[in-house]
């Protein structure tokens, strides 16, 4: 059968997009009381939105969608970059993805963990001299330090800030417009000249890095051809190392914010083990907003749900409210860990960072290490320090993406225990 979905009216609805940030999809949905509709965005183009299990099951298949001409520019120019692993489809994509399945082996995984952990300790001992500190700040520096020596980068103490506020601009500008936009692309520049003259130094020879590092690989990986990649590709490929694992700091706070805001949480984490913990770090990347949707456009005409989905059609897979969808999870707005209990997992409901397969799709190849980081992150706070929360705005937009509390949350009298 075939069947028209309901349309967004309006030649674009990038303004309402803008506006309404994580919840364009959900409300139009509620609105149509359907899972797709049709609406003109991004310049006015045809825009298929889809939410739900089934719909995670179809954009990751891929003989219906590929990633080609899928991120606008705006977003290449901040957040990815040009010709990198989210832009490619077929082969080229899966032997670009293996470079980054290469580095999350049980080693590389036990390596972030305990560099997180050290540079923890340095933190918290800072903290201590300090009145207060602002959550979101020292997790994006901490990790930044993180990100770099884990993959090899070096970075001088004296470095570090000016790094951070270049790795954290790249994803805090995708979604934004006006200033915040311009100093992402700013950062972007600056970043891509940081890290290709290191790829430079070590293709010829004049650094001494060790050969099992993300930068070493990444600078030496070969293509299809046999051939080196321009040294801005790559540049921009360990761009896509170090910036989300500053991201992460996002989920850092949002977690802290959950102790606060559920302080019957604190007592479970510090009374429970490792799955509590782990049901917990699952539910905060399912209850927070991060990614509002992922992108991809039809690689051949085909007929899904009564619609016909026609070559190069632009569409939208809602991730925030696919994580927020009924049909999948009682109360979705109800922060609840438990719901993870005995739940099979499953490849295509819990989807902040993507659904599918990591390795033939293209799902976040960083899963394992956002778990991981948040894990001993969430540790040293619920175990190694005491602290007071002061007044503050702890709210956090639906509009801004990516959305974080106004305060960003500040701590205060931080003593180690
Ligand atoms: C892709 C989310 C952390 C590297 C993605 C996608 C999402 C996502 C939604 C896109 C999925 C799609 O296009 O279908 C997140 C979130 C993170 C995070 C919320 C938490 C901070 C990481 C980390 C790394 C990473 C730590 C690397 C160390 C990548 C790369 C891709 C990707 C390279 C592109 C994969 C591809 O196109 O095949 N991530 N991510 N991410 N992520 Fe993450």
Known sequence: YREQIPIDRGLDNSLALLLEGYQYITNRRNQYNRDIFETRLLGGQKTICIAGKEAAEVFYDENKFIRKGAAPKRVRQTLFGENVVQTLDNKRHKQRKAL??????????????NITYALWQDTINSWERKDKVILFEEA??????VACKWAGVPLKEQEAKLRADQLSALFDSAAAIGLRHWRGRHARNQAEKWIANLVEEIRNDEKDTSKQTALYKMAMYRDEDGELLDSNIIAAEVLNILRPIVAIAVYIVFSALAIHQYPEEREKLKSNDESYLEMFVQEIRRYYPFFPFAAARVRDDFLWKGHDFKKGNLVLLDIYGTNHHSDLWNEPFVFNPERFKERPENAFDLIPQGGGSHHMGHRCP??????????????????????????QNLNYSMRRVPSIPNSRFIISHVKKC
């Open 100 to 113: 980054f399945m290469s580095l999350m082996t049980d080693e590389g995984l036990q390596e972030i963990e």
């Open 140 to 145: 994006k520096l901490l990790l930044t330090k």
């Open 366 to 391: 960083g899963e394992w290490i956002t778990l991981r980081v948040m894990k001993v992150s969430i540790n040293v706070i619920i175990n190694q320090i005491q602290y007071d929360v002061p007044n």
